[in-house]
């Protein structure tokens, strides 16, 4: 058997193809055994989403701290890219549907299998969440209203901001869209955009700082939660409803992600200089890198072996990583490196992966599928 994949990249139909093979060929073939000429699938996106779930493992964990200020702007490209990635594909699908009826059902199917994902891994970190959240310390009451506002509002097990985020902000541009246009939309989901940006990387400045206990106050909301992921919804909404005919070139596009990585890293240095930064979880310029990015990954038209263990891998690992590094630091009491941590939740969280992959075929284990 052969151990180290091999790569192959090949021009075919107008077409590049990317070819993993880990000790068996690939075919070019879709999924009915038919010859593929149109497009059924994204394995490059599905690539992204496993190297963007490494990104936020780095962002958590924190490898190789002291050089932080040079690479957590491209880090925090992560989120809003994995947001307009579930943005575009409802969105592809949903505007395809023509009765009101079929698309209610759509957003509902959405929503049970994000629930699901949701509550399959807060059941599994229930007691280390508890732990970690301190919502009871005040009483039981108290500890059930705040949990009840965290698992809407915020996170229960650590990161799971994301999935509620995402679901509430999708749920709500697609009510939306009945009354209001893509424009419309897009304006009003950038100031709180705005806003987001103001209370993260520029929540020092002296105006911020005036007006925070009124952001801060404001029910529910945080610059890590549905107000931010508004806007990468309604981008990724306004990509999956474009025409074609406007699609700019690889080469432009390319050119459009350098010039957003020059404004991220003209942003970094004027925030670093000034001290402005409570958190970095939001740049004015993020938009500029990842919408470019976006849509250069939906460009390239590849086939990957492999791909279903990539894009399982990507939501277990980002839904298991800062609960598995709390766990082995406050109950196993590792004391490793953050280098170390970094490498030992990456191996654990593929290892994860592959044995739950393997195991949901049993008919007792199917209910592991729920949690990717």
């Not at 520029?202 to 925070?212: C, D, L, P, S």
């Not at 070139?249 to 459009?256: G, P, V």
């Not at 500029?288 to 990957?304: G, M």
Request: proline share 2%; charged share 10%; hydrophobic share 55%.
């Amino acid at each position: 058997m052969v151990i180290i994949g091999l790569l192959q990249i090949e021009c075919y139909e107008g077409r590049l193809s990317l070819l993993f093979a880990w000790g068996c060929p690939v075919n070019r073939w879709g999924d009915a055994g038919m010859a593929t000429t149109t497009r059924h699938n994204y394995d490059s996106v599905d690539a992204a989403k496993f190297v963007l779930s490494i990104f936020v493992v780095a962002i958590h964990v924190r490898p190789f701290d002291a050089y932080a200020v040079y690479f957590r702007p491209i880090l925090r490209a992560a989120v809003p890219l994995f947001f307009l990635m579930t943005s575009y594909f409802f969105f592809n699908h949903h505007k395809n549907l023509s009765g009101l009826e079929e698309r209610v059902l759509h957003i509902e199917k959405y929503v049970s299998r994000n629930l699901r994902l949701y509550l399959f891994w807060m059941l599994i970190f229930l007691i280390p969440t508890i732990r970690y959240r301190q919502w009871f310390s005040s009483g039981i009451l108290n500890g059930f209203v705040l949990w009840a506002r965290s698992f809407f509002t915020g996170s229960t097990f650590i990161a799971s901001w994301f999935i509620m985020a995402a679901v509430i902000a999708t749920v709500l541009v697609a009510v939306l869209s009945r009354y209001l246009s893509n424009r419309s939309q897009l304006l009003f989901s950038l100031m709180f955009f705005c806003v987001c940006c103001l209370m993260s990387n520029y929540g020092n400045t002296a105006y911020v700082q005036a007006h925070m206990s009124v952001f801060v106050q404001s029910a529910g909301f945080s610059y890590n939660s549905y107000w931010v992921a508004l806007f990468w919804v309604v981008v990724g909404k306004m990509l999956a409803e474009r025409s074609q005919d406007k699609a700019l070139s690889a080469k432009t596009l390319s050119l459009l992600g350098l010039v957003g990585i020059i404004s991220l890293y003209a942003e970094q240095i004027l925030i670093v200089s000034h001290g402005w930064a409570v958190a970095d979880d939001c740049y004015f310029s993020l938009p500029l890198l990842c919408v470019p990015l976006f849509l250069l990954l939906l460009r390239f038209d590849v086939r990957i072996g492999h791909v279903r263990f990539l894009r399982c891998a990507s939501t277990v690992t980002f839904c298991l990583h800062a609960n598995l590094q709390f766990i082995l630091n406050d109950y196993c009491h590792v004391n490793v490196s953050q280098n170390a941590m970094f490498a030992i939740v990456l191996i654990a969280s593929w290892a994860l992966t592959f044995s739950i992959l393997k195991l949901e075929k049993l008919p007792h284990l199917r209910w592991l599928r729920y949690s990717h």
